[in-house]
């Protein structure tokens, strides 16, 4: 027989570790179980999911990702699938980005502010979705006194959108949890897609040298059509985007002494820059850009990939182009499938 504490400590782990209500355990002498209102953070993952999936209306692939959102039973399901088989990002709700006074940290305790929205053609938008390039300010905050997070909120108060996307509100952050910690690499690899179909919003301090802003900044103008507006802010920027062209990524970087916290992310990002340019000095257009550049977002293949004209194998940092062969920094390659090479916390440090 088991005796009361032992019960007591069952009941703690199966909560703990299965999101068991205290009112499935009953007591053997007991006639009917009694009433009791699911935990608070069940409630919270299912009000997402719901909010998430009135949120897409009536697109095609609406079922398949709805099937596929509905199978997590908590967000810890959903976070440990790192996005497979298909990723959802964290959007935060107009609402809840213009109504704060610093940009919130990522956190469980959150989700109403959040809804998911799938990383499939015509769910993330310019028309409804901002991506926020910024810089860190500090190490444990990007803007602790919330005095960028105020430009933005002014710029866009009178512009029609629905979400938004700032790595440290919709990220899990440190200390991460093991399901957190599979997300947030999976956000880190494909948050070229959200640069690539959003709109893109900055505001930056003087300059500094950062690689992570020069790369946003690369992906959104390379592969977007309309160009991006020059304000004083972002004019060394655009510059250095010329002159990579012009001259080189690696002669640019070094010109100007961007740097990187993370030797990984420079490499990482360094590789991305080089195909970027090479695709634009090869005269592909922006369409044939995205196309590549979206599969190499979503397919880490190691085999040589073949498209109109052109073969492409990212670890060995070859792209031949009609029979003429053109190299780049070759990719990193993946530590496993589960943890890359790219390991950032803080990524514009």
């Known amino acids: 027989m088991t005796d009361c504490g032992e019960r007591s400590r069952t009941l703690a782990w ?10 499935y355990v009953t007591m053997s002498n007991s006639s009917e179980a009694p009433p009791c209102a699911s935990p608070p953070h069940l409630v919270a993952w299912s009000s997402l999911v719901s909010r998430s999936i009135a949120a897409w209306d009536n697109l095609a692939t609406k079922n398949f ?36 006074k610093r940009m919130k940290k990522w956190s469980r305790e959150e989700l109403d502010d959040y809804v998911l929205l799938p990383a499939l053609p015509g769910f993330v938008t310019r028309l409804d979705c901002f991506f926020v390039s910024h810089f860190w300010r500090t190490q444990d905050h990007p803007d602790p006194d919330g005095e960028y997070l105020r430009l933005h909120q002014a710029e866009l108060e009178s512009q029609t959108w629905s979400y938004i996307w700032v790595d440290w509100t919709c990220m899990p952050q440190s200390l991460r949890s093991l399901p957190e910690e599979a997300y947030f690499h999976r956000c880190l690899r494909t948050m070229s897609g959200i640069i690539r179909n959003c709109g893109f919003i900055y505001f930056y301090p003087p300059f500094e040298p950062r690689l992570w802003i020069l790369y946003e900044i690369t992906e959104y103008v390379l592969t977007c059509s309309g160009g991006i507006g020059m304000t004083s802010d972002i004019e060394p920027f655009l510059q250095h985007i010329d002159e990579m062209l012009e001259t080189s990524v690696q002669a640019t970087l070094a010109k100007h002494s961007y740097r990187c916290s993370y030797d990984r992310d420079r490499q990482y990002l360094t590789s991305w820059l080089e195909l970027l340019v090479l695709l634009k000095r090869l005269h592909f257009s922006i369409d044939a850009i995205r196309k590549i550049m979206d599969h190499m977002t979503w397919f880490h293949v190691r085999q040589t990939q073949y498209y109109p004209g052109a073969e492409l194998n990212r670890f060995e940092g070859t792209l031949v182009v009609d029979g003429k062969m053109h190299t780049f920094t070759p990719f990193p390659r993946w530590v496993s499938a589960k943890i890359p090479y790219l390991v950032s916390v803080n990524k514009n440090h």
Request: glycine share 4%; hydrophobic share 40%; aromatic share 10%.
């Open 14 to 23: 199966l909560q703990e570790h299965h999101s068991v209500s205290a009112c």
């Open 65 to 100: 990702a709805r099937s596929m959102l509905e199978e997590c039973h908590s967000l810890d399901d959903f976070l440990v699938q790192g996005g497979k088989p298909l990723m959802l990002w964290f959007f935060q709700q107009r609402s809840a980005f213009m109504s704060q």
